[in-house]
């Protein structure tokens, strides 16, 4: 009987914590911080002959459906034209991408016939990199045209090492519920990344907008699935900050379906996983204190430990009310039923075409969570393979 209270008790504390619970302790604490050590001063857009040289660069895989929207959007770029290079890595493209980029004179197109991976590309374009940073976005993005004007702007502090853009999506019509549920946790996760920036550094960078100095990149595994976020960890490990930016932004459209939709998460999650152990020496709290905070509490518990503690939750709970134990088993039971049905709710009127977003955030929280155990069996069929699995784009 104790053993099963304090199960239900741990599993419902970390629950709590890794979805709501860090985000209050991370606001009280930049509350506090800007009490004691002033709100943070944004720095002037630097002067155009005071602009670093940046290497945008684009990896791709058969985008030849894409590529005349984002020339067009790289184009109107509010950058020199003279110290911004546009290179596209092109990965064992197959198709008509190569031959479109040909026609655009201010492209460099790094070209490998064999189709590797993303992390191969990446490292293949690095090779090719001769200005003083690289910015990285996806070939399906938009990026705001202001973008790398703020990107500069936040590399003039010297503890800066990597810059991330903000993530945002779309949905091409109204009730795309895929896009939608992933919009919405996009903005909750945009708002965390912002406070762990205050704090110290933000966890990691989203591929879709983010620029490092070259000289920090170090060595990512052929095999990894979140090779952005390998790359920019990689950067606070040797003791530099990410900093998170909402003015530098890349608009993307959602997963056409839920299908879709879960082959990314499950992607994510195993890439998840994979990092957690590559990076397991910044779980250590006495090398990096501020970092193994916002690392285990950001990243961690929801790639692993957080999804296990849900079933728990479901599991002990429903044994505490069989056995009679006091009322506020049975409430939590009945709340937590209340959930899932709702989550169930959410799942059944997307299937039917209708719209309701209540239903359906409660359903998108399970549905990422269950993509983690979905992830753990993807990274054992794929531990050798970084290759491109694309989700298709409403």
Known sequence: MLTLKILFWASLLIVFYTYLGYGILLYIIIRLKRLFCGTPQKTALPADDELPTITLMICAYNEQDVVAEKMENTRKLDYPKDKLRVMWVTDGSNDRTNELLATYPEVDVVYSPERRGKTAALKHGLSEVKTQYVAFTDANTMIN???????????MDPTVGCVSGEKRVAAREKGEMAAEGEGLYWKYESTLKKWDSELYSAMGAAGELYAIDPKLCREVPDNALLDDFMLSMYVVDGGKRIAYTTEAYAMEYGSANIYEESKRKRRIAAGGLQSIWWLRRMLNPFRQPVVAFQYISHRVLRWSITPVAMV?????????????????????????????????????????????????TAYYFVFMNLNVFRGMRYLSTHKHSGAWEKAVRS
């Open 145 to 155: 045209a202001g973008a790398m004007r703020e990107i500069a702007r936040l590399f």
């Open 312 to 360: 728990i939750l479901l599991l002990t709970n429903i044994l505490l009310v069989a056995l009679r134990c006091h009322v506020i088993y049975t409430t939590c039971l009945v709340m937590q039923a209340l959930f899932y049905l709702a989550a169930f709710g959410g799942w059944l009127t997307g299937r039917m075409g209708k719209r309701n977003k209540l239903l359906y």
